[in-house]
């Protein structure tokens, strides 16, 4: 899993010219990428278009998956097999923003931040896709029942 040298020259290049945030975003967006990979290549028996006895299943394409992270948005692959299901263990499924902006989101509300001004709040930490204030609502659900009565 080592980088390429035109990966690696890449990076330095982007690393010279200045642009932290997005090579921030595509490092995090690399690196949960490869252990994705890893994770399936273990669960299938054998890596991408590698031929083994011990191979399970066989991928068969992926589907897209955008995790919203402190970084900004980051666009994963999540491969598919032909026999079975694979869900990445890094990843926690119907959630799509980490476990950071969840404590931002639950913290704005606390301090009475309104649902809708929860979304502008995300977009300024660099979420494009922002969030929607029944999904906030979702996510505040759980601190009703943390009060103590």
Known sequence: MALSDSA????????RAGDGIDLVRELAQW????????????????????????????????????????????????????????????????????????AVVMEAYVHGVSTRSVDDLVAAMGVEAGISKSEVSRICAGLACQWPS
């Open 8 to 15: 690696l020259s890449e990076l330095l290049d982007a690393l």
């Open 31 to 102: 690196a949960l990428q490869q252990l994705i990979e890893a994770e399936a290549a273990e669960k299938i028996g054998a890596g991408r278009y590698e031929r083994s006895d011990t191979r399970a299943t066989h991928r068969n394409g992926s589907r897209p998956k955008t995790l919203s992270t402190k970084a900004g948005d980051v666009a994963l692959a999540i491969p598919k097999l032909r026999a079975g299901s694979f869900f990445p263990s890094l990843l926690e499924p119907r959630r799509r923003i980490d476990q950071a902006l969840y």
